[in-house]
């Protein structure tokens, strides 16, 4: 090996090391974003009962007031306010329906049997749409599936350039000392 390759060799290998390094946490990023995703989907029709000013979750598509049975709104503050029912592929006269059944039950104060009768009823129409409404592309498993290629993409150029480099060392002739 002349000292040409060395010096290219040298040069090359910190940026291979960088795209390693990059490749596993771009995997694991792209495996926990994946993961999170499918669990955000599992929330897509949980509707949340909570009193105006109340925490609320924002990653839920619902809130309804339990004095008023008004729908409500999560701001990133975790704080509610009146709103309108967002609850992912429901058509407006189906968002309507609970809007409505829950104005009527909270005419006075929801009980914990009006809630359930509410999620009952948005249960039943989530139940007539396709499981990962509004989602498509690169997104929850396929996203964690190009996450675990990416990783052991990076795993394997690792082992790669360390065979190359354990071969080259064994073939390097010895060094003279002068």
């Not at 926990?32 to 009193?51: D, E, P, T």
């Not at 925490?55 to 409500?72: F, Q, R």
Request: charged share 20%.
């Amino acid at each position: 090996m002349n000292s040409t390759d060395r010096r290219t060799t040298s040069r090359l290998v910190p940026l291979l090391v960088i795209a390693i390094i990059v490749g596993y946490i771009a995997g694991i990023g792209l495996v926990i974003a994946g993961g999170a995703q499918k669990s955000k989907l599992g929330n897509q029709y949980k509707v949340q009962f909570l009193s105006e000013g109340d925490t609320c979750t924002e990653s839920l598509p619902a809130h309804i007031d339990i004095k008023t049975g008004k729908p409500m709104d999560c701001t990133s503050l975790d704080y509610s306010f009146v709103s309108d029912v967002d609850l992912p592929g429901f058509s407006d006269s189906e968002s309507d329906r609970i809007t409505g059944l829950a104005a009527t039950l909270g005419a006075g104060e929801l009980t914990k049997d009006e809630q359930r009768q509410i999620q009952a009823e948005v249960d039943k129409v989530a139940a007539t749409k396709p499981e990962k409404v509004h989602y498509s592309g690169l997104w929850g498993t396929n996203l964690q599936f190009v996450g675990i290629a990416l990783f052991v993409l990076g795993l394997l150029a690792g082992v790669a350039i360390w065979l190359v480099f354990r071969r080259r060392k064994r073939l390097a002739p010895p060094a003279t000392v002068a």
